[in-house]
């Protein structure tokens, strides 16, 4: 083991080399670090976002098979006006894909719309008061009205507002313990223009059936975000006079009929990446002819692709550091060799292995590349933290451009209308807002980077002196020492 | 000890050899000078004696075995110690761990010694203010003492030196001549120098001049 105590007197005499050495070595390894951080920050936040942005299956009439029946019926009976018919989800049905073991939860959504009463609605210019469920999809319910009433389980996790696109402001918003209530959670423009505030009261008259009034507590107010009102277009009413409720009251505006039913129910996923299975799974409990499953991950696939390839790069810039450090490495111990030839003669004179002369070398750089790791450590996060945020940066707006330039035709297709208003590239927009949030990369160095450095560091060094001892190999003594 | 039988060695052309068809014997306790003109070939000559070439006819044997049988390697670490002109020494270490170094290296007999390896050191001249210091802060003479010191704590019983005297005053020539002879004569080891001064090779029990491709005896 003479060479260890060799490699350390020889460190430690020329300590100026040294330092050089594990100045080079740190700036090498601090890159190194840089890209392990940023892809393990990368894997983390994916995961994150993955469990953050989810997916959903969304159970509705089958509007394609109803479309078809149509069109036959109208070309056998040329005198009665064609009409399509859209068969209401069957809340037993919901219940059943509910217990299915990748739903995290449930939200039933059955919007009508109905006449103001006690209220005076918000207008705006371009809107005439009419219905028309935005351009997402057609509301089922045939009546119309000058305010949506949007049926949810809760409020939380309608699309809106799980996307952040509207917030309570006051109140609360509508949860499943409003179920058979009169509660209702309206907009803050509406509000303020009628003086209406949480606890009040707002009646509406029904705009089918016996048109019987409806009076409703208020127990929350929303904001709803102007990306929402000016994406809904042109033939939408204004999104003030949108007013949320339980589904089992909008049922009931709807009619007797419509008890135990909802537009669409959607299935928060847990699972993502499973989408498709639930989907699969949850055709076998619904009659298919009449109803459809729709699945939506395009959120997590923007979030996905967003992180993926963050990662990606990351990958990269560890490879080419790790590759360039390599060659950097190996160049200056191979300088070094070529300046201790004498020295290497004189080893080689007392009969040394030349093994030995390379365990020698591979020791030096080790105890330089050992102080490297730790000061690498030190300064890592820093390169990490700018290295971080400038990549993030980058990407979410390459990703957002990508995605509302090819468009997501339909919305996410979701038919029948289950309150998604300004699906299309409004709903593109949000995800990508969203994305952004999610890929905020969060960086600090872990004891399992500092392991990975170290075992980068410990392969760059034998690779390079692997590389470098080939001039070792072939060096003769004669040669050195007699000139 | 160390016998050479038609040994021959070239460089390019086989047809032009340094030397050719030559049988030597070197014998323990002795100390031998090879002189001759500059280019001959005497260094050339030394390399293969002390195990860092091989010939290119004949063959070299110590104790009647031959060197490519005892491998080159090990025939370095255990029979021969070489001293230079220069470069003898590993600049990073005290005289005191050159000589620790070499003798794990070569696994010596004392191998781990300091106390003899300092002994030795002393008696070259190399004091205790010295011993610790770093060997590129001492004079060329006292380098040179340190690399002789070096082969006196290895246990190899032969000692090749090329123009070890080349960088030394005259004071300095004479004292590490004078510990060339100890070796040779208290130690009991065979000690071959190649020198071109005449006072040099004066000192040396034996002498060969290598000219015209052969070795003759000077007396
Ligand atoms: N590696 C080599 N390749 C080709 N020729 C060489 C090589 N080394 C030495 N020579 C030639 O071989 C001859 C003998 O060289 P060598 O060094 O043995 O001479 P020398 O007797 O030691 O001379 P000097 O007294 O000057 O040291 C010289 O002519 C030299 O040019
Ligand atoms: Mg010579």
């Known amino acids: ?483 | 000890m160390l016998k050479t039988t038609d040994l021959g060695y070239w460089y390019q052309d086989k047809q032009q050899p340094l030397f050719e068809g030559i049988n030597l014997e070197f014998e323990a306790g002795q100390s031998y000078a090879i002189i001759g003109h500059s280019g001959t070939g005497k260094t050339t000559f030394l390399s293969l004696i002390a195990g860092l070439d091989r010939p290119k006819a004949g063959e070299i044997s110590l104790d009647g075995k031959s060197l490519s049988k005892i491998g080159l390697t090990t025939y370095r670490r255990h029979d021969v110690s070489i001293v230079f002109q220069a470069y003898n020494l590993f600049t990073y270490m005290s005289p005191l761990n050159n000589l620790m170094t070499a003798m794990a290296i070569t696994a010596a007999e004392h191998a781990g010694d300091r106390d003899y390896a300092q002994k030795i050191l002393e008696d070259l001249g190399i004091g205790a203010d010295l011993i610790n210091r770093n060997v590129q802060r001492l004079s060329g003479g006292q380098q040179q003492r340190v690399a002789i010191a070096r082969t006196m704590a290895c246990d190899a019983n032969l000692v090749v030196a090329d123009e070890p005297t080349g960088n030394l005053d005259e004071d300095n020539t004479k004292e590490v001549i004078a510990q060339f002879q100890r070796i040779a004569h208290d130690q009991h080891k065979c000690v071959i120098i190649v020198t071109h001064e005449p006072n040099v090779a004066d000192q040396c029990d034996h002498q060969y001049r290598l000219e015209n491709k052969q070795f003759t005896a000077v007396s």
């Open chain 1, 1 to 483: 083991m003479n060479f260890i105590k060799r490699a350390w007197l020889n460190v430690w005499a020329k300590k100026g080399r040294s330092v050089l050495l594990i100045l080079v070595s740190s700036a090498i390894l601090m890159f190194v670090l840089a890209g392990l951080l940023i892809r393990s920050a990368a894997v983390k936040a994916t995961n994150q976002a993955k469990a953050d942005v989810g997916a959903t299956v969304t159970l509705s009439a089958n509007r394609q098979a109803a479309f078809k029946k149509m069109q036959s019926s109208s070309s056998s009976s040329k005198s009665s006006r064609p009409k399509l018919s859209l068969t209401p989800v069957k809340l037993s049905d919901a219940s059943k894909i509910a217990k299915l073991s990748n739903v995290k939860s449930t939200n039933v959504t059955s919007s009508t719309a109905v006449n103001a009463s006690s209220y005076d609605v918000v207008s705006t210019s371009s809107s005439l008061g009419g219905n028309s469920g935005g351009p997402g999809g057609m509301k089922s319910s045939t009546s119309s009205g000058d305010t949506q009433i949007d049926g949810v389980t809760a409020t939380s996790l309608a699309t809106d507002f799980s996307s952040k696109q509207s917030k309570i402001t006051k109140g609360r918003g509508i949860t499943a313990a409003d179920k058979n209530t009169n509660h209702v959670v309206i907009e803050k423009e509406l509000a303020s223009q009628n003086d209406l505030t949480v606890g009040d009261t707002v009646t509406v008259k029904e705009s089918s059936g016996d048109k019987a009034k409806v009076k409703m507590t208020i127990v929350g107010i929303y904001k709803a975000s102007s990306t929402s009102s000016s994406s809904a277009g042109p033939m939408s009413t204004d999104p003030s006079n949108t007013m949320y409720t339980s589904y089992t009251l909008a049922n009931t505006f709807k009619g007797s009929k419509y008890a135990g039913t909802a537009d669409s129910v959607t299935f928060n996923v847990r699972n993502p990446a499973k989408v498709g299975s639930l989907k699969t799974a949850g055709k076998k409990l619904i009659n298919t002819s009449k109803y459809s499953l729709s699945t939506d991950d395009s959120s997590y696939q923007t979030v996905k692709a967003s992180m993926n390839s963050v990662e990606g790069f990351a990958n990269k810039i560890v490879w080419l550091v790790a590759i360039a450090g390599t060659i950097i490495l190996a160049l200056i111990v191979i300088l070094m060799i070529r300046e201790r030839r004498f020295e290497i003669g004189v080893l080689l004179s007392l009969g040394e292995a030349r093994w030995k002369i390379i365990a020698q070398f591979f020791t030096e750089m080790l105890m330089v590349i050992v102080v490297a790791v730790a000061i690498a450590g030190a300064g890592g996060k820093f390169v990490g933290d700018q290295l971080g945020s400038q990549l993030v940066a980058q990407s979410t707006t390459t990703q957002t451009t990508s995605t509302s330039a090819s468009g997501q035709p339909g919305g996410g297709g979701q038919p029948g209308g289950n309150g998604t208003r300004g699906g299309g590239p409004g709903n593109t927009g949000s995800t990508s807002k969203q994305a952004t949030k999610k890929t905020d990369l969060d960086i600090s160095v872990s004891a399992v980077n500092l392991a990975e450095l170290g075992g980068f560091g410990l392969a760059i060094t034998f690779l390079s002196i692997m590389i470098a001892s080939g001039g070792i190999l072939r060096l003769e003594p004669k040669k050195v020492l007699i000139s």
